[in-house]
């Protein structure tokens, strides 16, 4: 029941019927349609609710893209705290590298040391009484008229030489670099030495000759030097013959000789390795190179060794 006075309102189907009364003053409907009439948005609240609304939309905006770029700041700077956490610890690490390397520097140096002091007291006083007795029994044959035995010429050379040799690599193990001066430019001496001493040796040179890295060139004077004392020692009256073969690449060294292995040296040859041929295989197997050492199919010996000899640049 409507209170008296109100005039009725006809609603069919959520719609009022046109030209009655009341028709404009039921919230939420409009006339003649079924669709709900929609408030303005100044309607409760006016301009000022408006803005606030557009304020608050446009601040919360605004917050989400300043928490884009705060996030964004803290990723970089994360990542560049890591940048510098890495270069840290390699540094930390380089500088445990270095150190490592100075102290074992050191103690190597202190061993060379120590052995140029031993070779120096052990060596140098007898080889100076070998020169200086072979000099005094060269000096009386002559001062008598006699003739002066190959051999002893060969005894007073070989001491002066070894005199040399060592006096070279003491001061090699005193100073901080590596190399004793000895290279191949002194193996016409050397064999000279051999010859005067009763070993007849060739030496035959074949490819195009050139300068050699110092150690390569080290090795194959020492190779020759300790193949030639071992045809000396070990295989009596033989003939030694020495063949350098140089390639673009490489240096071989071959030492061959037609002895018995039986002769009036120190005695025959040993069965096994020696410290000669296990000092020839390491100075070789240091170079990245290859060694042979052992008997000939026709007899005698043969010392092959086959080093990388790549010009120095």
């Not at 690490?93 to 074992?104: C, H, M």
């Not at 295989?281 to 050492?293: C, I, K, P, S, Y």
Request: hydrophobic content about 40%.
């Amino acid at each position: 029941m409507l209170p008296a006075g109100r005039p009725a309102v006809v609603v069919r189907g959520k719609r009022l019927l046109p030209a009655q009364r009341g028709c404009g003053g039921l919230r939420g409907y409009s006339a003649g349609s079924s669709r709900k009439w929609v408030r303005p948005a100044n309607a409760a609240g006016g301009p000022r609710a408006y803005a606030q609304g557009m304020r608050t939309d446009r601040g919360r905006r605004t917050f989400y893209a300043a928490g884009w770029v705060i996030s964004a700041g803290v990723m970089v700077v994360t990542f560049r705290i890591w940048q510098l956490h890495l270069r840290e610890v390699e540094q930390r690490a380089e500088e445990a590298e270095r150190t490592r390397d100075e102290a074992a520097r050191r103690r190597a140096m202190g061993e060379r040391l120590r052995i140029a002091r031993e070779l120096h007291d052990s060596l140098t006083h007898s080889i100076s009484v070998i020169r200086v007795q072979a000099g005094v029994a060269v000096h009386l044959a002559r001062k008598r008229g006699e003739d002066v035995p190959p051999a002893l010429l060969a005894i007073q050379e070989a001491a002066a030489d070894a005199a040399r040799e060592l006096r070279t690599t003491l001061t090699v193990l005193r100073s901080q670099e590596d190399g004793d001066g000895s290279g191949l430019g002194q193996l016409d001496s050397l064999v000279g030495r051999a010859r005067a001493a009763g070993l007849p040796v060739t030496v035959t040179v074949t490819g195009p000759e050139r300068a050699l890295p110092p150690e390569v060139d080290q090795a194959a004077y020492r190779i020759v030097q300790e193949a030639l004392t071992n045809v000396s020692r070990h295989a009596g009256r033989a003939c030694a013959s020495v063949h350098l073969h140089y390639t673009p690449g490489a240096l071989a060294v071959q030492v061959d000789d037609d002895g018995t292995g039986t002769g009036t040296g120190a005695g025959p040859r040993p069965a096994g390795p020696g410290l000669g041929l296990i000092g020839m295989r390491e100075r070789v197997t240091a170079l990245g190179g290859r060694l042979h050492a052992g008997p000939r199919d026709g007899g005698g010996f043969r010392v092959r060794a086959e080093l990388p000899a790549r010009a120095p640049s």
